[in-house]
């Protein structure tokens, strides 16, 4: 399973770093996503990293402010999360795929943590 950690309540203007880690398995051949989900929305679709070529992507909502990285020693992926606002308010789920691309498309996701709440103050 993965396990999400680093949720919390902050400032808007503020930071915090999520992380993910995966117990079982390694994540070092997979994919790696962000996602969140905020009350009475869909689940959208945050930041993903490839495996090996460690190519990124993210929403356009969080460029410039959200940053995606891995560490395959520590089996571990991460979100730093910068200059928030409250609309990033939501609980966040991490997920891994398979599959070779950094996609947002959260169907193609096999694994997924149960998710960190973040809460962002105005």
């Known amino acids: 399973p993965l396990v999400e950690s680093g949720g919390g309540l902050v400032q808007s203007g503020g930071s915090l770093r999520l992380s993910c880690s995966a117990s079982?398995?390694?994540?070092?051949?997979?994919?790696l996503g962000w996602f969140r989900q905020a009350p009475g929305k869909e689940r959208e679709g945050v930041s993903a990293?490839?495996?090996?070529?460690?190519?990124?992507r993210y929403a356009d909502s969080v460029k410039g402010r959200f940053t995606i990285s891995r560490d395959d020693a520590k089996n571990t992926v991460y979100l730093q999360m910068n200059s928030l606002k409250p609309e990033d308010t939501a609980v966040y789920y991490c997920?891994?795929?398979?599959?070779?691309?950094?996609?947002?498309?959260?169907?193609?996701?096999?694994?997924w943590g149960q998710g960190t709440q973040v809460t962002v103050s105005s």
């Open positions: 990293i490839s495996a090996r070529t460690g190519f990124t």
């Open positions: 079982g398995f390694t994540l070092e051949d997979w994919t």
């Open positions: 997920a891994a795929d398979r599959g070779a691309g950094a996609t947002l498309f959260a169907g193609v996701y096999d694994s």
